[in-house]
């Protein structure tokens, strides 16, 4: 059974375009985060979600905007597309909010804008 | 701010050989620590966390030991695989954090037969 899983896996676009990609985690876990890993693998946090509620927003241009429609999904839409945008997009999910939770990543998601 | 330095890669070894790859840290309060590695084409699994000083937390050969008066957290391992091959990375989560993972850059491992 798959516990965090994204869609699509592979993302390629046009400069401009406005897109989405999907994260469900069947965990139970109550805080959900998008993180962004770059092309030299350096991973960053974006976003955080506890039970649909913003919780972290980290400097992310506005184009950029979280929607949580229930605690089992944190889906992320990306507005006129810049080729700076492409990366690997990791949706995680932890049990809460506490230091010792552990954090659950899905296979991520490669967003390519030609 | 919290942060994480870990040894720049890639590492290149041969197969039975033993792995270090250091890792040290900056954090608010008692951070609990990470390892987590990155096969090619997949996402990010959790290897093995440490949430308090001297700590060991290990999995599938590889340890790594919470040290406070180092502020370090190093991974090792005996004898590396070809199946080793992937990008690890330190990472730590503290209450100064706002609850998320802070990473470090991420160390290149290829085991050569």
């Known amino acids: 059974d798959t516990a965090v899983s994204q869609t699509p896996k592979y993302l390629v676009t046009q400069m401009g375009n406005d897109k989405s990609i999907k994260c469900e985690q069947n965990?139970?876990?109550?805080?959900m985060y998008w993180y962004k890993q770059d092309s030299k693998k350096f991973l960053k946090i974006m976003f955080s979600?506890?039970?649909?509620?913003?919780?972290i927003n980290e400097t992310v241009p506005n184009r950029f905007s979280p929607k949580s429609p229930d605690k089992a999904h944190l889906n992320l839409h990306i507005n006129s597309l810049e080729l700076g945008d492409s990366a690997v997009y990791f949706c995680a999910s932890t049990l809460g909010t506490g230091v010792l939770d552990t954090q659950y990543f899905g296979p991520g998601t490669r967003l390519t804008v030609l | 701010g919290d942060s994480v330095t870990q040894m720049e890669g890639p590492v290149t070894l041969s197969e039975e050989a033993f792995l270090t790859i250091n890792c040290t840290y900056t954090?608010?309060?008692?951070?609990?620590l990470f390892w987590y590695v990155q096969y090619p084409g997949e996402g990010l699994q959790l290897l093995l966390k440490?949430?308090?000083?001297?700590d060991k937390g290990s999995n599938k050969g590889f340890e790594a030991t919470y040290r406070k008066e180092t502020t370090s957290f190093h991974l090792e391992k005996g004898s590396v695989q070809v199946s080793d091959s992937a990008v690890y990375f330190c990472a730590l989560r503290s209450s100064g954090s706002a609850r998320q993972l802070t990473f470090g850059s991420g160390t290149q491992l290829t085991v050569l037969p």
């Open positions: 979600y506890n039970n649909k509620e913003l919780i």
């Open positions: 965990l139970g876990h109550d805080t």
């Open positions: 954090a608010t309060g008692y951070p609990s």
């Open positions: 440490a949430t308090k000083a001297d």
